[in-house]
């Protein structure tokens, strides 16, 4: 039988923290990849213009 709650909102990906300073070449055309990361605190980012992902505080 399969669930018909609602989504756990703390795995929402609709990547709406966007905008986020990236740490290797300081731009701002980042995407929220994953709201969890290694640690409860850090969520998981992607930048567009050096395409790296990196790890930044929630």
Same mark, same amino acid.
């Given at each position: 039988?399969?669930?018909?709650?609602? #989504?756990?909102?703390?795995?929402?990906?609709?990547?709406?923290?966007?905008?986020?300073?990236? #740490?290797?070449?300081?731009?701002?055309?980042?995407?929220?990849?994953?709201?969890?990361?290694?640690?409860?605190?850090r969520?998981?980012?992607?930048?567009?213009?050096?395409?790296? #992902?990196?790890?930044?505080?929630?």
């Amino acid at each position: 039988m399969r669930r018909s709650d609602p #989504p756990d909102p703390s795995v929402d990906t609709d990547r709406s923290a966007s905008g986020i300073r990236c #740490p290797y070449c300081e731009g701002t055309n980042t995407n929220r990849e994953h709201p969890k990361g290694p640690s409860l605190c850090r969520s998981m980012h992607f930048c567009h213009d050096c395409e790296e #992902p990196f790890e930044a505080l929630r």
